[in-house]
């Protein structure tokens, strides 16, 4: 997009696939981050944290 916020809103990605392959083709995608399902609550927290600056 054209507007100067687009490339600081994060991209999380969610998949059901947990290989690392899997993670990789997400963020050759321009994701910022994957959690692989089921979602553990502490991974989430992090990976939030992580993503999401002050």
């Not at 687009?6 to 999380?12: D, F, G, L, N, V």
Request: with cysteine; charged share 25%.
């Amino acid at each position: 997009m054209d507007r100067p916020d687009a490339k600081t809103i994060p991209i999380i990605t969610m998949t059901a696939n947990a290989f690392a392959e899997d993670a990789k083709k997400c963020f050759d995608g321009g994701m910022n981050a994957h959690i692989a399902k089921p979602i553990n609550m502490d991974t989430l927290k992090n990976t939030l944290g992580s993503c999401i600056k002050p």
